[in-house]
């Protein structure tokens, strides 16, 4: 049995560094301002895929995400550890899109793609924090879903078996293929990049990238490689080739509105030093829950 899975990823910023011009005065991110990195759990996410691929031989993983021309970095850094293939949903359109209008393109360009048996992402992006994007795609296409997934347990007559990682257990469930299925960060961490497909895939570009590398008569180095090897080009698609109704992309599409956002560093006004006596420990619970702190 081989399976054809789709990889739902995302380029995000790096939260860990959010400054003042973290955002524009339209109430999106300025990303321009900001490093990129590939967002954690859809890392996480793509490693289950990659174990998949590891047991069912001809099993080929698709990695799907939106975002500007540099996003297809998010592509490369998925053929490096093992994916076959890529799409960037890149279009001005696109830009601004809150959850709705980012599940209506993912939902677009999946059955554009039109063959597959899993649908797997990472429970949310930290640059939301929603985890609302997987199961919204799963209502758009019709299908079921499988949420706070810890690790695919197998895969068996059009079957598949996760452990999902609760608040208060775990559970493990069955349900039929196609599926969508949403990872926690509490899986797996994702394997390193392969040295051998580095060097494969290390000249791979989107449209939008070959673009700046040649603007203003600049030629693009190895040019020859795009044609002979087409592997190389990450195939890019706007709202036109996806068949996506521009109303429902972008801002235009995105009913919610981020008003601010702002930087908080907790800071300490004052602190009590307890020396460890029965006395002091039982007063500090005693403080404790009657602030609710605890209990």
């Known amino acids: 049995m081989s399976l054809k899975i789709i990889v739902l ?5 790096d939260t860990r560094n959010v400054g003042k011009d973290a955002m524009k005065e339209d109430g999106t991110v300025n990303r321009a301002a900001l490093a990129a990195i590939f967002n954690p759990e859809d890392l996480n996410a793509l490693e289950q895929a990659l174990r998949l691929k590891d047991r069912f031989p001809g099993t ?5 995400t939106m975002g500007p021309g540099r996003a297809a970095e998010i592509i490369r850094e998925g053929l490096y550890r093992g994916a076959d293939n890529g799409y960037l949903l890149t ?3 696109f830009a601004g899109a809150d959850t709705l209008a980012t599940s209506y393109a993912l939902s677009m360009a999946i059955r554009k793609i039109g063959d597959f048996d899993l649908i797997i992402g990472g429970r949310q992006a930290i640059d939301g924090d929603t985890a609302q994007v997987g199961p919204q795609v799963a209502e758009k296409l019709g299908l079921s879903q499988i949420t706070y997934a810890e690790e695919i347990l197998h895969v068996e007559n059009r079957r598949i078996t996760v452990k999902r990682n609760i608040s208060g257990g775990v559970e493990t469930v069955e349900a039929p293929l196609p599926i969508v299925i949403t990872v926690n960060g509490s899986a797996a961490s994702c394997r390193p990049r392969n040295a051998k497909l580095i ?5 791979a570009l989107g449209g939008q990238e070959k673009a700046e590398l040649t603007k203003e008569g600049q030629t693009l180095q190895h040019a020859g490689l795009y044609a002979k090897y087409p592997y190389l080009n990450i195939t890019e698609w706007s709202v036109a080739d996806v068949n996506g109704d521009v109303e429902q992309c972008g801002l235009s599409g995105s009913p919610t509105k981020v008003k601010t956002i702002r930087n908080i560093v907790f800071q300490a006004k004052e602190c009590k030093r307890l020396t460890g006596s029965d006395n002091e420990i039982e007063e500090l619970m005693i403080e404790l829950i009657s ?3 605890v209990g």
Do not use: M
């Open 91 to 93: 279009d001005r359109a």
């Open 199 to 203: 060097q494969k895939y290390k000249r």
């Open 291 to 293: 602030n609710h702190t």
């Open 60 to 64: 080929t993983i698709t990695l799907l």
């Open 9 to 13: 990823a995302k380029q995000v910023p």
